[in-house]
Structures are given as C-alpha cells and as structure tokens.
C-alpha cells in the first residue's frame, strides 16, 4: 500500500532514494519523505502530494549523505499531511524509520510508551515503531530492531537507520513485501524491484520475520531471534523499459496494448497444440492428487475475483468439478468447509493483497492444498502457496488490472482444460481442437486493439452520463463486473455489473435516458435471451451499448451503439469482450480528465485489510 527504499553505500542517497521511490509511486502517493544520514545527524524532508513535490523540496534543501530512507505513502491511519508522511522519529531524533503496512496493536503500544515519557507527533501506526526501537536501542540498531518487533502485531516492511550508526541500514517484515537489492559497494532495500533495478538486476525476496543489516558491502539476514539465516538470490529477468509507459500516455494503456503479446506468450510457453498438451509448471500437484480433487475454492479481490468467477465457469463446464468462489475478504472469516480433497486457488496479480493472503493462510491451516495464479515473482502469495501458476504478464503499473486479467483468465482457461484431461471428461482431440482455437486470439485482441478510434468516439458519446450498467450472461457474466470495475475505478462514474437476467429483478427501475447500459452479447447459447434483455431495456429508454460478434447486423436494432469483437469460441469470448470494455473505460476517463494510473483513494497493491 506504500512504497519504500532504502541505500547504504559510496554515493550519495538522497538522488537515488527519490529515483527509485519514483518507481513506486503507483502503491501509494498521497505523501512522500526521505530521510539522510549526514555524519552523526538524521537530515528529512517530508511533503504532503506525490513525489513530484518531493522532488520539488529537495530542489531548495540539499540531503547530503551516503545512507538513507524513503517513503511514499497511501493513508490507513492519520489524514495524508505532512505530519503524517514518513519517516517518522523517536523522541530525540537518534532514529528515523519508513514503514509500509499496519501495526495492529498500535494503540496498546503508544498507551505504553506514553506512560514510560514517549512523545508522539503524529496520528499514525508506524511512529510507535522508532519510539519502540529507542526504548529497546543498547548502541546496535539491529538488535533493538528486532526486539522492537517482537512487541507488535501487524503487518510491516520497514527501513530504519540511527545517527550513531552511519553507515548501516536496517530492514525488516512481516506481511509487506520487501527486496534486497546486492550492488557493488553499496545495498539497497526496496518495496518491489523497479525502485532498484537502474543500480542492480541482484536481489534477494525477504521473507516474514526475516531482518536485514546492510552495509555498503555486507548483507546479514536474520531471525527475529537474531539467528542467521542463508538465502538465495535472485536475477531480475524483465527490463526496466516494460516498467516505463513505453510511448503510451498511461501505464493502463500500454498494458492494454500488451495483452496480446501476454496470452500469445502464456500459450506459447504452457501449450503444445500439436501434442495437445499443456505445461502448468508450477502448479505442483501431481496428476494423481488432481485427480482426487472434488471441489475447488476461489479466494481473490477486485479484478482477481472476477477472473475467479471466469474460472468458475470453465472448470466446471471441462471438468466437471464443483468450483465456489469468494471474496477474500468474505472467504478468510467465514470459517469455509474444506473437505480433504479439497483445492484452494488464490488469485492475486501483487501477491500482496492482505486478505487474499490471510484466506491462503486459513486454508493451509486447514490442511488443504494451495495452488496460487500470480504475476509477481517472490510475492508473499506466490511464495507460501503449494504451488503457483505464475502469469508472467510482466509488471502491470496501472492501478486498474488490465492484462494481468487477461492472463488470470488464460491460465483459468488452460487449467480446466487440463483438469478435464485429468478427468477424462475432456479427449485429447477435443484438447488439442481447444488450444488450435486459443492460437487465435492474440489476433483477434489486436483486431479489436485496431479499432480503438472507434471505441474513443463511443466513449465521446456518453461519457457525460451519470451512471452506466453492465449486463451479461453465462461466461461474460464476469465481465459485465469487471467492465463497471474498470469504469468506476477511473472515471469515478458510477457503474453496476449484474446477470442480465437479473434485471427484472429489481436493476431496470433503474432504466432511463440517462442510464447507459453496456450489454455484453456476443454469439452464445444465450443470444436469444440477452436480446430480449436489451429489448425490455430499450423500451424504457436506455441507450445500450452492444459487445456483439463481428457480422451480426442484426444486432443494430436493439442498440445504439455497437462494437465488434471477432468471432470466437464462446470459452474465449471473455478475453475479446473485456477489451472494449477496458478501452471505454480509459478513453471516458481520460475525457473526464482522471488520473488514470493513480486514481484518488486507490493504490495498486492493497496490502492491508
Ligand atoms: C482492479 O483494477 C483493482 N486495482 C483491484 O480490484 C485489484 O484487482 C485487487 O485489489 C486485487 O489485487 P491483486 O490481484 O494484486 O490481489
């Protein structure tokens, strides 16, 4: 939910911090600060604002120091102001720390430190963190980090550094991701790995209860316990330039046009069409103990959800296999039935998101078997599942999911086939007629990318409405949620996804001049009724845009507007539907004037409840 750096080494730290913090801007930017060791003296800026203003201050007041700590942050206590923004100190200044994550117990800690004479500033968590370090500080940082830790619950990724120890950078988690990155002669500590990888590819993942004491040329990891620890690193294989906007205006743009090259990539590297095979390396269950599987349970958020109820869809249509999918949020507190064939699949782009990872941590303490889908490699989901799918999308900046919704769906779509074939309810011929079909739709994505001027002039004629509704059925019924997530997510226009069936059901009051409804219709078993469902709709005025298959003329009468999506095998059609959706989302945005890869009360990854 914010991000955070850290530099121990020859140059000097504050030009660095900010680069990097830069490159985080997209978990949090509603506060930024930066703190320097200069000598035996703890030198900060703190701004309210993104990091621009950061950047702006540190124009007028020079940070001179080799050792430092930054921060940009997204609220969950105290109001984004400058007292508020981290680092936050202890009562004599000796310590500054930056934090990402809550401290739970934070109330019961600050009664405490106030009682033994601490003094607080702020209305936030982390700063009973340095006051906690002061009271525990014996002349090693490391030690009274650790110690400190013990006292608290909750989660956190933290950077500290202390005036009588320069030179030294001090890291630590429990539940928020945190990097290593190993350079030559100086180290760094970072949220996720675009902050650092201009000065080194090397890094090491820090995992929960894990510290770390860098110096320019030393990397010790310890437990809590203050016992070492011997962990592996790891090279970065994608480049910076895939983390830039690449030429797009948004980050949400370029990774809507990077959809096809993701699904082509996922098919190519996991799908032998001519043997009519498919690879789920990572998934670590053996065919054996797939086949015993009798129920699947689905624990995702937000966009994640939504490919889950994807995967709902096809897993039990190949494989016959009974699928629920939660919330995370819902899943990790309603106490769930497992059975002992049971199979938990935690859907999570980060592999940060906090509640998705406690429904994980739930299942595992049930002793069922835990498969994630996750794009970020390392990420604490990915890490403490059985196995992981990994998307591999490449990293997705832009708050609102676009193609890492797409590649959830193609393992999605993948996995039941595979599961099928396991099964038997799915022949080898019909595998491979399945994979010959999926080949083609990289294609059809640009075909549909290529008419995005169209989809621009749609969005120019309503994107003044107050409200839009999203109707589907069958296997796009996901889509019409994720289509109004995307909508109201960045344009702040209120949208509604609901089952097209649903709408006698209370949603067409709704329906007037002013209510724009987006119907998802493209060539199913459930044309029919989704047209009768755009006809009752049209007769209360509605203006509907249609997601129809290319050639269907007829479609025109029930509908003002019409985009076109190629014809498909109704299995795919999701991952051709969302497109038009995703692209009506950002150009209403953008004509609306948004934020698009950063908007208001949104961060990227949500790594608290
Ligand atoms: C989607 O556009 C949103 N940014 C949000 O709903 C997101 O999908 C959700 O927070 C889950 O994130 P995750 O996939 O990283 O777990």
Redesign the pocket.
């Known amino acids: 939910m914010c991000g955070i750096t850290g530099y121990v080494g020859k140059d000097e730290a504050a030009p660095i911090l900010i680069k990097g913090l830069a490159r985080l801007e997209y978990r949090g930017y509603d506060s930024a600060g930066i703190a320097v060791l200069e000598g035996h003296r703890i030198r900060a800026l703190k701004m309210p604002g993104k990091i621009k203003e950061l950047y702006k201050g540190l124009k007028k007041t020079r940070l001179n120091g080799t050792t430092g700590i930054a921060h940009t942050r997204w609220a969950t206590h105290g109001i984004p102001n400058y007292i508020n923004a981290h680092p936050h100190y202890d009562c004599r200044k000796a310590i500054a720390l930056v934090h990402n994550g809550i401290i739970e117990n934070c109330e019961g800690l600050k009664a405490q430190l106030k009682k033994e004479g601490h003094k607080f500033l702020s209305e936030t968590d982390t700063e009973v963190l340095p006051h906690l370090i002061e009271k525990y500080y014996k002349g090693v940082l490391e030690d009274a980090v650790r110690r400190a830790l013990k006292d608290t619950k909750g989660s956190y990724a933290i950077a500290v550094i202390h005036k009588d120890e320069p030179g030294k950078l001090v890291g630590a988690r429990c539940g928020s991701p945190l990097v290593v990155g190993i350079g030559t002669g100086e180290n760094f500590l970072a949220s996720d790995c675009p902050a650092i990888m201009d000065r080194t590819r090397k890094v090491i993942f820090v995992d929960d209860q894990e510290v770390i004491t860098l110096t320019g040329d030393t990397v010790v990891i310890t437990g809590l316990n203050g016992r070492k620890i011997n962990k592996k690193s790891t090279t970065i294989d994608w480049d910076i330039s895939q983390a830039e906007k690449g030429g797009y205006a948004h980050f949400m743009l370029k990774e809507i046009y990077d959809q096809p090259r993701v699904v082509h990539e996922i098919l190519s590297s996991r799908a032998d069409v001519a043997k009519g095979r498919i690879d789920l390396e990572g998934i670590k269950i053996t065919t054996a103990g797939l086949r015993e599987v009798d129920n699947i349970v689905i624990s ?5 959800y939504h490919a889950g109820l994807v995967g709902e869809y096809l897993i039990e249509k190949f494989a016959r296999i009974p699928v629920e999918v939660d919330v995370s949020s819902e899943l990790r507190y309603r106490n769930p039935v497992y059975g002992k064939r049971s199979l938990f699949i935690a ?7 906090a509640d ?1 990872l406690a429904a994980l941590r739930e299942a595992k303490k049930n002793g069922v078997k835990t498969v994630s889908i996750c794009n970020v490699v390392g990420s604490t989901i990915a890490r403490e599942s059985d196995g992981v799918i990994y998307t591999h999308a490449g990293p997705e900046i832009g ?3 676009t193609k ?1 919704y797409t590649a959830q769906i193609t393992i999605f779509i993948l996995l039941a086939l595979y599961l099928g074939g396991i099964k038997g309810s799915v022949t080898r011929k019909q595998l491979k007629e399945a994979l010959t079909g999926f080949e083609m739709i990289p294609e059809y994505m640009d075909e549909i990318l290529d008419e995005a001027e169209t989809i621009k002039a749609c969005a120019k004629k309503y994107y003044r409405l107050p409200c839009f509704m999203y109707i589907g059925r069958g296997v796009n019924y996901p889509n019409a949620f994720e289509g109004a ?2 909508l109201k ?1 960045i344009s702040y226009i209120h949208a509604e996804g609901y089952g097209a069936g649903e709408m006698k059901h209370g949603p067409i009051a709704l329906i007037d001049r002013n209510m724009a409804v987006v119907a998802i219709v493209p060539q199913s078993f459930t044309y029919e009724k989704m047209i009768s469902n755009m006809q009752e709709i049209r007769a209360r005025n509605g203006a509907i845009i249609a997601i129809a298959t290319e050639g269907d003329l007829s479609i025109k009468k029930h509908a003002r507007s019409v985009l076109y999506i190629p014809k498909t095998e109704e299995i795919f059609s999701p991952l051709l539907t969302i497109v038009p959706l995703q692209l009506l989302a950002y150009y209403i945005a953008v004509l609306k004037g948004r934020d698009v890869d950063q908007p208001r009360n ?1 961060a ?3 790594t608290v409840e």
């Open positions: 995702a958020c937000g966009t994640a859907v999570s782009q980060s592999g940060e998101t998705t708050v609102a999911s890492a997530l995307k997510e949104l990227k990854s949500v």
